[in-house]
């Protein structure tokens, strides 16, 4: 079999099963078992392949068609300017998040050491992308879920990157003191989870998903950590702009705004804590 047809049977395959991107998802699954990058593959189309290729394939593929997510198959996946592990222990981190932590550099660009954390950080993305594009930040994340702790350990060897992680549950409140908090909270209903693509709704882990009430208590923790006019960083569903906002002003955040992700759904909520000494 050419690599041309084994691409052709697996993006078959792969549309039948339901999966929005078929091509690109074949492509990236067959260039795995290659070495290939998708540019690379389309000049090799011609090329046969080995049953040893071939017979790696395959399960690989199998796996695409019970919609596991395609990042979890990989065993990694791109993050700004990173390259991370990830599996079914981890949040499978998305083009919104990337904004959510660009976000983040833009607030704290102007200081020589931010102190940063990262409530949630699950595989550890927001907090590394930090401190691999500001080299003064200071970064601590922390996660409820040991699991995903180890997964963003890993992470932090990988990278080389100098992020301290600690164990917390943000319902005990959090420690230290910080100029930016951020988080990508639980924020799908238990109603909802139901209606979303399989990816989500069966592979990804609960923990992280499924939560409202974490975008508030979040929000409340951080007021207890933040210096006076640092800022609060939230990834919000898309449909909840208006009511997080409020939620925010009624909190005492001041400079509350809502901004887009890159489909232009709100998606970035964020608050600055007064510049005066005022209590939680």
Known sequence: MTLRELLADVVERLSEAGVVT??????????HVLGLTRSELQLERGRELSPAELAETSPLVER????????????????????LKVDRRVLVPRPETEVVAGRCLELIRGLDRPRVLDVGTGSGAIALAIADEHGGARVT?????EEALVV??????????????????????????????????PYVSA??????????????PRIAT???????LT??????????????VLEIAATAGAEAA??????????VTVGPDLAGRDRVLEGRWPRTSAQP
């Open 141 to 145: 994340a922390v996660d409820v879920s």
């Open 210 to 216: 499924v939560g409202e009430e974490h975008t508030e």
């Open 64 to 83: 695409r068609t019970r919609r596991e997510p395609l990042a979890y198959i990989l065993g990694e996946w791109g993050f700004r300017r990173l390259t």
């Open 246 to 255: 409020r939620l925010l002003r009624g909190l005492g955040y001041e400079e």
């Open 191 to 204: 109603a909802e989870i139901a209606t979303l693509e399989p990816e989500v709704r069966d592979w990804e």
């Open 152 to 185: 963003a350990r890993e992470n932090v060897a990988r990278t080389g990157l100098p992020v301290e992680l600690e164990h917390r549950d943000v319902r005990d409140g959090l420690d230290g003191r910080y100029d930016l908090v951020v988080s990508n909270p």
């Open 219 to 232: 929000a409340r923790a951080a007021r207890e950590v933040l210096e006076p006019g640092g800022w609060l």
């Open 22 to 31: 078929p091509q690109v998802d074949a492509e990236l699954l067959v260039g």
